[in-house]
T-cell receptor, first 116, second 114 residues
Framework: EAGVTQFPSHSVIEKGQTVTLRCDPISGHDNLYWYRRVMGKEIKFLLHFVKESKQDESGMPNNRFLAERTGGTYSTLKVQPAELEDSGVYFC??????????????FGPGTRLTVT | AQSVTQLGSHVSVSEGALVLLRCNYSSSVPPYLFWYVQYPNQGLQLLLKYTSAATLVKGINGFEAEFKKSETSFHLTKPSAHMSDAAEYFCAVSLYNQGGKLIFGQGTELSVKP
């Protein structure tokens, strides 16, 4: 069974440019989460999809971030325009089940984003 | 709001020594608690989780953790460290009514000396 995959693994862009990160969850997992780790800080929740619907986007920093999940399969996270403080590692995770919070989340390797 | 504190951003032990990574949480309701490990260039992998069953939880690779409600702690231990245990370890909490989102501690980098 393939795990959670993320593309690209690294991205270096200039301030003001646009970047799109992609996450492919484990097949059949309804829940998809995005997290971010800024250097030196803890991993922080960004948002949660249940199938194609946004369940919780309370962690999204601002309206420069747009997440979508087409047909309840893969998800994209677009940053437009990118700012220096957006640099960090973006993780995607997926899990089965809906509702209770005890389901194991399977994480992808992350996308390291550097904004210069 | 819930939060997680991991004491020590870096911990160094000798091979064969006890590993103790500390985690304290703050939550208004009983939480679910997790320990994840991240090896270099890999995603986070679940070591173990507490979901209100047994307070002593055994995980993979010989790790275990004990939930202590009175101390609001969930420390991770392993009796004898191996070189392969060198990684970054994350404690996390989630609440049953919040869709499973994880609140993480700052992470602890474990080094194992030969």
């Amino acid at each position: 069974e393939a795990g959670v995959t993320q593309f690209p693994s690294h991205s270096v862009i200039e301030k003001g440019q646009t970047v799109t990160l992609r996450c492919d969850p484990i097949s059949g997992h309804d829940n998809l989460y995005w997290y971010r780790r800024v250097m030196g800080k803890e991993i922080k929740f960004l948002l949660h999809f249940v199938k194609e619907s946004k369940q919780d986007e309370s962690g999204m920093p601002n309206n420069r971030f747009l997440a979508e999940r087409t047909g309840g399969t893969y998800s994209t996270l677009k940053v437009q325009p990118a700012e220096l403080e957006d640099s960090g590692v973006y993780f995607c995770a997926s899990s089965q089940g809906i509702g209770r919070g005890a389901y194991e989340q399977y994480f992808g390797p992350g996308t390291r984003l550097t904004v210069t | 709001a819930q939060s997680v504190t991991q004491l020590g951003s870096h911990v160094s032990v000798s091979e064969g020594a006890l590993v103790l990574l500390r985690c304290n949480y703050s939550s208004s309701v009983p939480p679910y608690l997790f320990w994840y490990v991240q090896y270099p260039n890999q995603g986070l992998q679940l070591l173990l989780k507490y979901t209100s069953a047994a307070t002593l939880v055994k995980g993979i690779n010989g790790f275990e953790a004990e939930f202590k409600k009175s101390e609001t702690s969930f420390h991770l231990t392993k009796p004898s460290a191996h070189m392969s245990d060198a990684a970054e370890y994350f404690c996390a909490v989630s609440l049953y009514n919040q869709g499973g989102k994880l609140i993480f501690g700052q992470g602890t980098e474990l080094s194992v000396k030969p």
